[in-house]
Nanobody, 120 residues
Framework: QVQLVESGGGLVQAGGSLRLSCAAS????????MGWYRQAPGKQRELVAA???????NYADSVKGRFTISRDNAKNTVYLQMNSLKPEDTAVYYC??????????????WGQGTQVTVSS
């Protein structure tokens, strides 16, 4: 059984910073891409940032230059450093991993979500 456990959310003032972490555990053969998504009230879930196993990254235009995604492959952990936070960054942030539990094919796994609230 695979679990993704997020941590690091909270309440911060505009202009502040937060660092999210997501650790994958359980029966894991390999992990391909890992990423962060967010969902604000009344809006669809959207990709924030993603990183491949080789370290290539992709960001939503709205966070480029402010957020940085990184990962520690040895720890099966992905991070999201969020700087210069804005009220519009307020959302539940979800960790995602495309991984293989058995070595045969891959599946999408999701964390439970962590709330990020940015006050103006």
């Amino acid at each position: 059984q695979v679990q993704l456990v997020e941590s690091g959310g909270g309440l911060v003032q505009a202009g502040g910073s937060l660092r999210l972490s997501c650790a994958a555990s359980g029966s894991i053969f390999s992990i391909n891409a890992m990423g962060w998504y967010r969902q604000a009230p009344g809006k669809q879930r959207e990709l924030v940032a993603a990183i491949t196993s080789g370290g290539s990254t992709n960001y939503a235009d709205s966070v480029k230059g402010r957020f940085t995604i990184s990962r520690d492959n040895a720890k099966n952990t992905v991070y999201l450093q969020m700087n210069s936070l804005k009220p519009e960054d307020t959302a539940v942030y979800y960790c995602n991993a495309d991984l293989s539990a058995t070595g045969w094919g891959t599946d999408d796994y999701w964390g439970q979500g962590t709330q990020v609230t940015v006050s103006s």
